[in-house]
């Protein structure tokens, strides 16, 4: 098993956290399929962001813990732990609002110089379910249309951002604002099983192009790249050909950062849809969370390529030149009517 102290070390379990308490004194909200909702009291919304993968954001924005998409992927389940809910399908099952959220961040934004670089959605989608009740990220995003001179990024799954649509037009004018949609495949099947409770890849892509059209910075993230699974050519390709239809203004994709709190998931996963990948993973990720670096730049290099190919842009904004503002409009495009999509692939793209 991967070393986990050195990424993310974990509370004390004899002597529980005042998060975990806070946590297991929340009351019961609500209920959906499966899945409990609980608010839980924090003091502070925005967080100092440190990792050992080279993050291009210093701070972050989670307005929920756990997430209802159900990702078999997902490195964030390490999050519940400090929750003291460690059994995997907890991160997926239990979702906590954070309360106050927006007063906070008016308050913390407040000490931060600008160009400060902002993720919203590291640990969670911001646009889960239970955001089309809760609003938390629209009352966030309020805050941000009241400041000014920040690099905004948000990350997301859900076609649920459009209806903030008005809000982002608002940031970009302020802000260099930027929207990843994470769009693992193309192929419909195999993302209903690797992302359970996701909108579909069709409806994702269209939601970029959606972005665009009202001219956003918006683009497409292909990650984790899965090893045989969605790391072949094909595979890749077919996300950036659909990407470019949408008018994405950009492609980005990394490989499978798998820490050992998300493995028995992702495991499960493999061995019951890919079990010829099954040995390989263990082997690839038995002793790191992370693939070999001949593997990440094998991936960076065909990734790279392939953005080529179909003219997409870079994930992150160039410097400024001197004396250019940084807040200019995005150029509008054209919204598709429709789009190019995989429709007899395989379970997998790379088979």
């Not at 007063?103 to 089309?132: F, M, N, V």
């Not at 008018?247 to 994709?253: D, E, I, V, Y």
């Amino acid at each position: 098993m991967a070393n986990t102290q050195s990424l993310f070390p974990i509370v004390n379990q004899d002597h529980p956290s005042r998060l975990a308490r806070a946590a297991g004194e929340a009351p019961l909200d609500s209920v959906g399929c499966l899945t409990e909702y609980r608010p839980l009291k924090t003091r502070s919304i925005l967080g100092k962001s440190t990792s050992n993968r080279g993050l291009p954001f210093t701070h972050s924005i989670n307005p929920y813990r756990g997430c209802e998409f159900a990702c078999r992927y997902c490195y964030a389940r390490y999050t519940h732990e400090f929750l003291e809910l460690r059994r995997p399908e907890d991160f997926e099952r239990k979702i906590y609002f954070k309360q106050d959220a927006a007063w906070l961040l008016e308050q913390e934004l407040s000490h931060l110089k600008a160009g400060t670089e902002i993720a919203l959605g590291t640990a969670t989608d911001p646009y889960q379910p239970l955001e089309r009740r809760q609003r938390i990220t629209r009352s966030l995003l309020e805050v941000f249309a009241r400041k000014s001179g920040f690099k905004l990024g948000i990350v997301t799954k859900s076609t649920l951002i459009t209806r903030d649509i008005d809000l982002l037009q608002e940031i970009a004018a302020r802000h260099q604002l930027t929207v990843h949609l994470t769009i693992t495949t193309t192929n419909a099947k195999l993302a209903r099983i690797l992302e359970p409770r996701a909108p579909r890849p069709d409806l994702r892509f269209r939601t970029v192009a959606e972005l665009r059209q009202a001219g956003l910075r918006a683009g497409v993230l292909c990650s984790p790249l899965m090893p045989g699974i969605t790391d072949s050519r094909s595979s890749i390709n077919a996300v950036a050909r659909a990407a470019a239809a949408a008018g994405a203004s950009f492609m980005g994709a990394g490989a499978l950062f798998l820490k050992p709190c998300s493995q028995p998931t992702f495991f499960s996963f493999v061995k019951e849809h890919f079990p010829d990948q099954f040995e390989a993973y263990q082997r690839r990720y038995a002793t790191s969370a992370f693939v070999s670096p001949e593997y990440r730049k094998r991936v960076a290099d065909l990734v790279d390529g392939i953005c080529r190919e179909h003219k997409l842009g870079k994930r992150y904004f160039e410097q400024s030149a001197a004396g250019e503002s940084p807040y200019k409009q995005i150029e509008r495009v054209e919204l598709q009517p429709w789009l190019p999509f995989a429709q007899t692939n395989s379970a997998a793209d790379s088979k």
